[in-house]
């Protein structure tokens, strides 16, 4: 009994030594993550270094790309849409077979102008023959991200604060003492009745201590930096107090035809409910859109699937 009181008090012995050198190196590890963000946030631009009305510059479609903050420009799709359809351009109707969709609205003057974005331009084409709620966003929006981010306004997923790690000096030591400490239990339980506890023991230690050697997080997720840059984030804010009368959560007659976009890019789904709250049948047409795109999307998968089995 007295022995196996001796191997646990040596095994939690050794836990309490690495729990310590862990603690320790997590400590540090923190403090190198708040020094790193404390740099970064004093060598952020100054806000009143900012380009005055650069929202404007920007235009309400990139904005909806910023505000969305993910890299991502689907907002900037339905922008376009609710624009298009708060100007009567595109309205609400029905498909031959009777299923709510967007269509081009008649007349000469419900089109887009000559001087129109291309991608107002391409959505009207594609208005001709089906309902452009149904087409990937993706593939009308693309060269805006790009653009944002050759401009400056977006960054990378991947990017993170400059950070240098600290040296794991506290796993290291005890990583180093656990080879010696491993030997010493065999040596102190060698006799036949205890070897197997003595060998086990000694080789889980010495599992530990290669856990202990490997390298820790290079980049925590707390040095991620978000998509939106500085610039960015100042084009927001402008976009922000500019609309601001435009909040759903504080109005509650619809949108005038040159207010909804701006609402829909700034506030986003809130926004979009309201203005649809306003335009029977719209929300309708979206959702059948939506829905025939991912019906397509998942037959398109099982046909690649189905090639792929068959060779």
Do not use: C
């Amino acid at each position: 009994m007295i022995v196996w009181f001796a191997w646990a008090g040596y095994v939690l012995g050794y836990a309490a030594l690495v729990a310590g050198a862990v603690a320790l190196d997590n400590r540090a590890r923190a403090k190198a993550v708040a020094e790193a963000l404390a740099r970064y946030e004093a060598g952020k631009p100054d806000p009143v270094d900012a380009v005055p009305d650069d929202d404007l510059r920007l235009g309400i479609t990139r904005i909806a790309v910023l505000v969305q903050g993910d890299g991502e420009a689907h907002s900037a799709f339905w922008t376009v849409i609710i624009d298009m359809v708060a100007r009567g351009i595109l309205k609400p109707g029905t498909t031959y077979d009777g299923k709510p969709t967007l269509e081009r609205s008649a007349g000469s003057r419900r089109r887009p102008a000559p001087d129109a974005s291309d991608m107002e331009q391409e959505i009207w084409s594609l208005a001709y023959s089906k309902n452009p709620a149904s087409v990937a966003p993706h593939s009308v929006t693309y060269p805006i991200a790009q653009n944002l981010f050759a401009e400056g306004y977006l960054r990378g997923r991947g990017v993170f604060v400059d950070f240098k790690a600290p040296r794991p000096v506290w796993p290291w030591t005890v990583a180093a003492l656990s080879l010696p400490l491993a030997a010493l239990v065999v040596f102190l339980f060698l006799h036949w009745r205890y070897a197997p506890v003595a060998g086990w023991t000694a080789l889980a230690m010495i599992v530990v201590a290669w856990a202990l050697t490997m390298p820790g997080d290079v980049s925590p997720e707390a040095l991620r930096l978000p998509v939106l840059t500085e610039r960015g984030e100042e084009a927001v804010r402008q976009a922000r107090a500019r609309h601001a009368h435009l909040d759903p959560a504080k109005r509650t007659e619809p949108y005038a035809p040159e207010e909804a976009a701006a609402a829909y890019a700034v506030f986003g789904q809130d926004a979009y409910h309201h203005f649809a709250a306003h335009m029977p049948g719209f929300s309708a047409a979206v959702d059948e859109g939506i829905g025939e795109r991912r019906r397509n999307a998942a037959a398109e998968e099982r046909l690649r699937t189905w090639n792929t089995f068959n060779g």
